[in-house]
């Protein structure tokens, strides 16, 4: 499996807090993202980032900001949680930008 | 942007029935095509891909057929266990080199 590792597995949280969520990568790969999972909608992207400093924005960016100041981390952060912010967290990573993505196992966050 | 369309689930099998799930997609160009598979409790992983038209992928008796006339990249077992219970997930990159677009899911339960 990659080396991918994402924290917290689990939170709960309350409405208008902040939240951060990291996730860590071994491999050294250039391209990290940050996708979310809600029934009905399968994975919907929030923010990708291309190289250390570089992100941009996926098609759910709105409430959301990212930060990737070293290679190995990338950080999703909820500015003032909203309930519809609830939901399953994915992290993954590629080599490329047509690479295969290597995901990790996933932050369950339920915004109180 | 580029998108892909795959059939509604939940599909209920029985152990040894074929499988097809449908995918169509929409893109500029032709586009790797993937599929993804996500076991309960963790990541997606990819299952197969195809790099051009008419390729075909292949992995754990699972294949899919890359056709551009129908713009189709189905996805086929023989025999499904028990095993192969899973959400099923259709992709490909959205134009240019920018991250993969997912469709819904499917989810299979296969009944021993």
Sequence with gaps: DAGITQSPRHKVTETGTPVTLRCHQTENHRYMYWYRQDPGHGLRLIHYSYGVKDTDKGEVSDGYSVSRSKTEDFLLTLESATSSQTSVYFCAISETANSPLHFGNGTRLTVT | GDSVTQMEGPVTLSEEAFLTINCTYTATGYPSLFWYVQYP??????????????????????????????????????????????????????????????????????IA
């Design chain 2, 41 to 110: 409790g963790e990541g997606l992983q990819l299952l197969l891909k195809a790099t051009k038209a008419d390729d075909k992928g292949s992995n754990k008796g699972f294949e899919a057929t890359y056709r551009k006339e129908t713009t189709s990249f189905h996805l086929e077992k023989g025999s499904v266990q028990v095993s192969d219970s899973a959400v099923y997930f259709c992709a490909l990159p959205n134009s240019g080199n920018t991250p993969l677009v997912f469709g819904k899911g499917t989810r299979l339960s296969v």
